[in-house]
């Protein structure tokens, strides 16, 4: 399995910006569909954005469609997500996850597809 370290969170005003990044070790990265999660305080944990292997193909929650942006580099194994327009609902441990997958240009929205976590990064948006 590819482990995953996020980093990036922090604290940030509403309307401004974060970029959240999430290392993989090994070498298969590229083998990997990725996954962005949160989990707002005492709430369950909430699908925000996927991406392919490819990269091609992108999904997202329909509450950060238009603000938030993944990426990923098949190079440097790391995905990323660009969050603008940041309010206090985005406040959150933000997760990042890998599933293997055969198809290069399908994804996943569902936390109970993805096999791996990192430890997550907390988000935190003030009014």
């Known amino acids: 399995q590819v482990q995953l370290v996020e980093s990036g969170g922090g604290l940030v005003q509403a309307g401004g910006s974060l970029r959240l990044s999430c290392a993989a070790s090994?070498?298969?990265?590229?083998?990997?569909?990725m996954g962005w999660f949160r989990q707002p305080p005492g709430k369950e944990r909430e699908f925000v954005a996927a991406?392919?292997?490819?990269?091609?193909?992108?999904y997202y929650a329909d509450s950060v469609k238009g603000r938030f942006a993944i990426s990923r580099d098949n190079i440097k194994n790391t995905v990323s997500l660009s969050m603008n327009s940041l309010n206090p609902e985005d406040t959150a441990v933000y997760y990042c996850a890998a599933r293997y997958c055969a198809w290069s240009d399908m994804y996943y929205d569902t936390k109970e597809e993805f096999g791996s976590w990192g430890q997550g990064t907390q988000v935190t948006v003030s009014s």
């Open positions: 991406i392919s292997r490819s990269g091609v193909s992108t």
């Open positions: 090994g070498r298969t990265f590229s083998m990997y569909a």
